[in-house]
């Protein structure tokens, strides 16, 4: 008889979880902004369920992302911090901000061993990619802040991409360069005279007093709505993935069997492509203090102004 009952007890348990179960469809882009994600698509595909029935997207480029969220053909989306605020101002705030997924991958490499400080980039010329994103109002508050003035005491010449820059460092003995992870680890990788020289979120952080941000993720507010429940089921086992994806060997091969990185190169660039899920009160402070200081620098790059307080996510 008790076996009768839990029997049925399991299969009543089922049918709950069948009926309360959502779709989720969920963009991101490849790079450390998707790493996280990676344990979580992997159990879904292969039928571990939390409840929740998922559809990933991962694309290379934020353009291709971004219509997606506005035209509702996704509900979540992991995207630089501040395309966070921007849409938030172009949906009129049908966005909100649900967890910081990647703190800042910035570093300035270079093609020897002369730079252990700041100011030994005084008279050099820097090579980087970004221009009139994230990566140029970094580099300009970062050596502003610790007093070298771009075209007078270091240079800045910006190229069209990563490899660009890696090229331009290797036929410049006295230049360095700008490198987002993981971009930063395929270049020593390659060549095993280029190094780190400086971590650009270390420098920032000395400075500003916040983390620097390099991507959030995001859901779409009339999907939060409708769907407490699976959000909150959503972020704890996002929770659970990026914990996994720091903390085990097999994350490596996960993000590269999803083409979100090459699993060598994942292997070694994890632990500097600082992947977390940050959310509530932590998040709306660390990406709040963000937010203002690239909004100081250039408004537009936030989308003209500072989102409200109905852009965080409280949970």
């Not at 008889?1 to 989720?24: E, G, N, P, Q, T």
């Not at 101002?89 to 252990?116: A, D, F």
């Not at 507010?221 to 086992?237: G, T």
Request: proline share 4%; hydrophobic share 45%.
């Amino acid at each position: 008889m008790k076996k009768r009952i839990y029997a049925a007890m399991l299969l009543f348990s089922a049918l709950l979880l069948s009926l309360s179960a959502a779709d989720v469809s969920v963009a991101a882009l490849r790079g450390p902004t998707a790493m996280g994600l990676a344990k979580l698509m992997y159990d879904s595909e292969n039928g571990v369920s939390d409840g929740n029935a998922y559809t990933f997207t991962l694309e290379g480029a934020p353009d291709a992302v971004v219509p997606m969220i506005v035209r509702g053909d996704v509900d979540i989306a992991a995207i630089p911090g501040n395309l966070a605020s921007v849409l938030y101002q172009r949906t009129k705030g049908n966005v909100e901000v649900i967890g910081i997924n990647t703190l800042g991958v910035l570093y300035i490499v270079e093609n020897g061993s002369s730079v252990g400080s700041i100011e030994d980039l005084r008279g050099r010329t820097i090579y980087s990619a970004g221009k009139g994103a994230t990566p140029e109002y970094a580099l300009q508050y970062v050596l502003d802040a610790y007093g070298l003035e771009v075209g007078k005491d270091v240079y800045i010449e910006w190229k069209s991409e990563h490899a660009e820059c890696v090229a331009a460092l290797a036929s410049d003995p006295q230049g360095v360069a700008m490198l987002p992870q993981p971009f930063a680890t395929t270049a020593m990788m390659r060549d095993g005279n280029i190094r780190v020289a400086l971590d650009l979120n270390e420098l920032w952080q000395e400075k500003t007093g916040h983390v620097l941000i390099t991507g959030v993720t995001v859901a779409r507010k009339d999907f939060i709505e409708a769907n407490e429940d699976a959000l909150s089921i959503f972020l704890s086992s996002y929770a659970d993935s990026v914990e996994y994806v720091n903390g085990n060997a097999e994350g490596a091969s996960l993000v590269g069997y999803y083409g979100i990185v090459p699993e060598a190169v994942a292997e070694k660039a994890i632990p500097y492509c600082n992947i977390v899920l940050i959310t509530g009160e932590e998040m709306k402070k660390a990406l709040s203090g963000y937010l203002d200081i690239l909004f100081s620098q250039n408004p537009q790059s936030v989308g003209g102004a500072v989102p409200g307080d109905d852009f965080y996510y409280a949970g």
